[in-house]
């Protein structure tokens, strides 16, 4: 399993850097590593969207940092690094030749190579813990790898590849110490117990929202506790007091280092420590004050952002959800707790949609682990119903990959540089359109490119178009479709490519 996910990733490698978020950080530990300091050059921050969008100005130091949580910065220090020891001091992307460029982005993927089989690792550990077969396991991994969006962002260089990968390794932890505390081995869960709290303070530093997770990762550890305690005919509230005052030291010491190093992060970069990076834009100032139908509505129902349509696997689980709650109640719990108070509060964003990106990648982390029903259905049928689920599962999954393969030709932003494209336009059909799951718009962008299919939306307008307008547009749009496979790519295919202009 492990070789084919490896085979996988090395062979659909990306030659595209993923635009946005990630690479402002990557200018941060670039400046780390060459010159020992966080901020960045303020003519790159001046220019790299709108003030406060990515890099968050500290006026009294007269410095910039990106606005996202102080590990990403560390995170990217292995590939950089080891791009240092062996082309030379680190060159900012915008400065880089086409051959310069294609090095960065080798490095980067190796490391979202190396980063994917810890993944598969991590879910094939976890899959095992619920009684299925090394079979069933390993065709549940690379189902929730490549028939589902998570491919797309294993190939991504960006930050939610880390979100899963802590967060997975979380729960593997958990698991593993209510397995110690059950069986007595007290150093084993020990030493899980300090796991879970690496790994909730590996997603705090990331990602401040996921502070949410700490008192939900405490209370579980809690739980595992009492049911491990010998005397289970005492009352639950004197087993809880009693767990409490085990952890209570520890969990308060965890906290309080925490929630320290976090304010110093803030008061080193942002000037206080209760100032976060996301109080300089204006867009997102207000961060929880969008309108939270939006987002519950949109994260089940959405044609570009449901996660059932991005993540089908959950679909099928739903019909062994019940079962699986009853048998492996504490285990799925968890999961189900962590997902709907993330639903929640996702949904309360103002943007909600996490845009650009594809599909719904602030809950990408707990999807994967959601899912965990779906084992069963993997397992041997006997009568009609289940083998119809299996076999729709198994149609469902092979027809996800192509469609993530559809995804992942083409470069990141594809699908909306296509909405850019026709975003003025005041026609119903391309509106109605535009509003596809995103490998739909990629699919038929890559027919459109092979001359094999009119992209729909200018086939729409082509009654109003004249002949030379009509080639012009098409002109335009194959310069979108831009192929996204290193190994196939021309070393001049890595410089920047800018999106076509839009169209009037």
């Known amino acids: 399993m492990i070789s084919l996910v490896a085979l996988v990733l090395i062979l659909f490698q990306p030659a595209i850097i993923y635009q946005g978020d990630a690479i402002s950080v990557r200018y941060s530990t670039t400046q780390l590593i060459n010159a020992g300091r966080l901020d960045v050059n303020p003519s790159i921050a001046q220019n790299f969207g709108e003030r406060g969008q990515y890099f968050f100005e500290n006026e009294a130091k007269e410095q910039w940092y990106p606005k996202y949580g102080i590990l990403n910065t560390f995170l990217y220090v292995p590939p950089l690094l080891w791009e240092r020891s062996i082309e030379g001091p680190l060159i900012e992307v915008q400065k880089m030749t086409a051959f310069q460029r294609k090095a960065r982005v080798f490095y980067l993927n190796l490391y979202n190579i190396l980063i994917s089989l810890l993944i598969a690792v991590y879910l094939y550990l976890i899959a095992l813990n619920f009684n299925h077969s090394t079979k069933v396991t390993a065709i549940y991994v690379l189902a929730c790898l490549f028939g589902t969006f998570v491919w797309n962002y294993l190939r991504a260089q960006t930050f939610e590849i880390f979100q899963l990968f802590f967060f997975l390794g979380l729960y593997y932890s958990l698991l593993r110490f209510k397995h110690g505390k059950l069986t007595g081995k007290l150093k084993y869960s020990r030493t899980h117990f300090w796991l879970i709290l690496v790994f909730c303070s590996l997603l705090v530093l990331e990602k401040l929202v996921f502070i949410l997770l700490v ?31 085990q952890y209570l030291t520890a969990f308060a010491i965890f906290l309080t280092c925490l929630l320290t190093l976090v304010c110093w992060a803030n008061w080193y970069r942002f000037g206080g420590p209760f100032t976060t990076g996301y109080a300089q834009w204006e867009q997102e100032r207000h961060f929880l004050s969008g309108n939270p139908l939006n987002g519950l509505y949109g994260y089940l129902f959405d044609s570009q952002k449901s996660i059932f349509l991005y993540f089908p696997l959950l679909l099928f689980s739903l019909f062994r959800f019940r079962s699986f709650l009853n048998k492996y109640t504490f285990e799925f719990s968890f999961v189900l707790i962590v997902f709907l108070v993330f639903y929640i509060i996702n949904s309360c964003f103002i943007n909600w949609r996490g845009d650009w990106c594809y599909g719904p990648r602030y809950l990408l982390f707990v999807l994967p682990l959601l899912s965990l029903p779906v084992l069963n259905l993997f397992e041997p049928a006997t009568s009609l119903l289940p083998r119809l689920l299996k076999a729709a599962l198994y149609c469902s999954i092979f027809l996800n990959v192509l469609c993530q393969m559809s995804v992942n030709m083409m470069a990141f932003n594809s699908p909306y540089n296509a909405l850019d494209y026709f975003q003025k336009i005041d026609n119903e059909q391309v509106e109605t359109y535009l509003k596809s799951p995103f490998w739909i718009i990629n699919l038929d962008l890559l027919k459109h490119r092979m001359d094999r299919k009119v992209f729909p939306p200018l086939q729409y307008l082509k009654p109003k178009l004249t002949d030379e307008s009509f080639q012009m547009h098409s002109t335009s749009l194959k310069k979108l479709c831009i192929p996204n496979f290193y190994f196939l790519s021309t070393t001049q295919e890595f410089d920047t490519h800018e999106p076509a202009a839009t169209a009037k």
């Not at 990762?217 to 409490?244: M, P, T, V």
């Open 215 to 245: 008192p939900i990762a405490f209370f579980w550890i809690l739980w595992a506790e009492i049911l491990s305690q010998s005397d289970q005919n005492k009352s639950f509230h004197f087993r809880f007091i009693s767990a409490l005052k």
